[in-house]
């Protein structure tokens, strides 16, 4: 048994209690008991999103029927500055009933659900709560976006970048932000500069998904952020660009200052040459200058593996990053083992190595690929 605990194992029933109290003390009337029983019956075999659910939807079951009534009674034990409640311990994923509460319960109430999110996310993040809102209310969520983008609040103003995220991980995507990711362009640009790295580093998330996507978009976006960019924002710019730089995209690296590069490549060597599966790959190789310049060098490595129907299909590994003078050399060597993974199968037959500089393939080794047994 594992000494550290299941996340959903934090949602319990202590956490329902606490809960209850906190509402009796702002609204006598809760049946806290009968609550605290109704969550204690179900909660058990639950994951950690259908916990979040059980205790939003005992809520609006034991809370006044009227949606903003009981609203205004889950933010009332939220903000807590005469510190009258004992303190929730991790609230931001603890808490994360009362943004499903919203999310669940609150559609038909637009302003008022929309107004208590930039309460409610101070405390736990609503970025999964607010998404149904811009695909139902796309003018009136917007319109909070952008003033939101101004909040002295750090969580909600992170909040504008993260909750319109196209491809937010657990969360619906935003097809409408997928086809044309234009108005969250405009929301991203109000934020590039924010004082906050958690903002900083939502923004980069949310550029990096619609890369998946729009890649020359971002692309686009990125150059004309490099232009008098700080270092915060050239932070903010590499961490957006990391899936493309992964994948080699020349055009990423140029905007971090990558270039065509001026090598040749020389005594590529692999060995073995017939490598059994469960091994490792050795390999390595020397890259000459034929600039009359300096060169920002990102070396990689591409491996070619067989698929089942014998095409071969790249995955790009990160080597090395590398400052190259004129007229020197750089001599690297790297073991790549090829072993049973969850994500990939292998395939026997002939594979490739290719040695990648900025982006440009410049040669590559084959090797055989055998399956043990065969």
Same mark, same amino acid.
């Given at each position: 048994?594992?000494?550290?605990?299941?996340?959903?194992?934090?949602?319990?029933?202590?956490?329902?209690?606490?809960?209850?109290?906190?509402?009796?003390?702002?609204?006598?009337?809760?049946?806290?008991?009968?609550?605290?029983?109704?969550?204690?019956?179900?909660?058990?075999?639950?994951?950690?999103?259908?916990?979040?659910?059980?205790? #939003? /939807?005992? &809520?609006?079951?034991?809370?006044?029927?009227?949606?903003? @009534?009981? *609203?205004?009674? =889950?933010? %009332?034990?939220?903000?807590?500055?005469?510190?009258?409640?004992?303190?929730?311990?991790?609230?931001?994923?603890?808490?994360?009933?009362?943004?499903?509460?919203?999310?669940?319960?609150?559609?038909?109430?637009?302003?008022?659900?929309?107004?208590?999110?930039?309460?409610?996310?101070?405390?736990?993040?609503?970025?999964?709560?607010?998404?149904?809102?811009?695909?139902?209310?796309?003018?009136?969520?917007?319109?909070?976006?952008?003033?939101?983008?101004?909040?002295?609040?750090?969580?909600?103003?992170?909040?504008?970048?993260?909750?319109?995220?196209?491809?937010?991980?657990?969360?619906?995507?935003?097809?409408?932000?997928?086809?044309?990711?234009?108005?969250?362009?405009?929301?991203?640009?109000?934020?590039?500069?924010?004082?906050?790295?958690?903002?900083?580093?939502?923004? #980069? /998330?949310? &550029?990096?998904?619609?890369?998946?996507?729009?890649?020359? @978009?971002? *692309?686009?976006? =990125?150059? %004309?952020?490099?232009?008098?960019?700080?270092?915060?924002?050239?932070?903010?710019?590499?961490?957006?660009?990391?899936?493309?730089?992964?994948?080699?995209?020349?055009?990423?690296?140029?905007?971090?200052?990558?270039?065509?590069?001026?090598?040749?490549?020389?005594?590529?060597?692999?060995?073995?040459?017939?490598?059994?599966?469960?091994?490792?790959?050795?390999?390595?190789?020397?890259?000459?200058?034929?600039?009359?310049?300096?060169?920002?060098?990102?070396?990689?490595?591409?491996?070619?593996?067989?698929?089942?129907?014998?095409?071969?299909?790249?995955?790009?590994?990160?080597?090395?990053?590398?400052?190259?003078?004129?007229?020197?050399?750089?001599?690297?060597?790297?073991?790549?083992?090829?072993?049973?993974?969850?994500?990939?199968?292998?395939?026997?037959?002939?594979?490739?190595?290719?040695?990648?500089?900025?982006?440009?393939?410049?040669?590559?080794?084959?090797?055989?690929?055998?399956? %043990?047994?065969?």
């Amino acid at each position: 048994m594992s000494e550290f605990p299941l996340l959903k194992d934090m949602i319990d029933l202590p956490l329902a209690r606490q809960i209850a109290e906190r509402i009796a003390a702002v609204y006598p009337q809760f049946a806290r008991e009968e609550f605290i029983a109704a969550v204690d019956a179900e909660l058990h075999g639950l994951e950690l999103k259908p916990r979040f659910g059980l205790i #939003a /939807n005992k &809520l609006r079951a034991y809370l006044p029927r009227d949606y903003p @009534v009981a *609203l205004n009674i =889950l933010l %009332a034990i939220l903000e807590d500055d005469r510190h009258s409640f004992e303190p929730i311990e991790d609230p931001g994923l603890r808490l994360m009933s009362i943004p499903t509460f919203v999310e669940r319960h609150g559609l038909e109430h637009p302003r008022q659900s929309l107004e208590a999110m930039a309460v409610i996310t101070r405390h736990s993040s609503c970025e999964l709560a607010i998404r149904p809102f811009i695909t139902r209310y796309p003018e009136q969520t917007m319109t909070k976006l952008r003033a939101w983008a101004q909040d002295s609040d750090e969580h909600v103003r992170r909040l504008v970048s993260e909750g319109s995220r196209p491809r937010l991980p657990w969360a619906p995507q935003l097809r409408e932000f997928i086809a044309d990711p234009t108005p969250a362009l405009a929301l991203l640009e109000r934020l590039k500069d924010d004082s906050s790295l958690y903002v900083r580093r939502s923004v #980069a /998330n949310h &550029l990096n998904d619609i890369s998946k996507d729009h890649p020359q @978009v971002v *692309l686009d976006t =990125l150059k %004309a952020w490099r232009t008098d960019a700080g270092e915060q924002r050239l932070w903010l710019i590499n961490h957006a660009l990391r899936s493309l730089i992964k994948a080699g995209d020349p055009r990423a690296l140029a905007i971090l200052g990558y270039g065509e590069p001026q090598v040749t490549l020389h005594a590529l060597k692999l060995s073995p040459k017939r490598l059994i599966f469960g091994g490792e790959l050795s390999f390595s190789f020397q890259l000459q200058s034929v600039s009359d310049q300096a060169q920002q060098l990102m070396i990689d490595y591409v491996m070619q593996f067989v698929k089942a129907n014998g095409k071969r299909a790249p995955k790009v590994f990160k080597l090395k990053k590398a400052t190259l003078k004129t007229g020197d050399s750089l001599s690297l060597s790297k073991s790549h083992a090829i072993r049973p993974i969850s994500t990939r199968r292998y395939y026997a037959g002939l594979q490739r190595l290719e040695i990648q500089v900025n982006g440009r393939i410049v040669g590559g080794a084959d090797y055989e690929l055998v399956m %043990a047994g065969d």
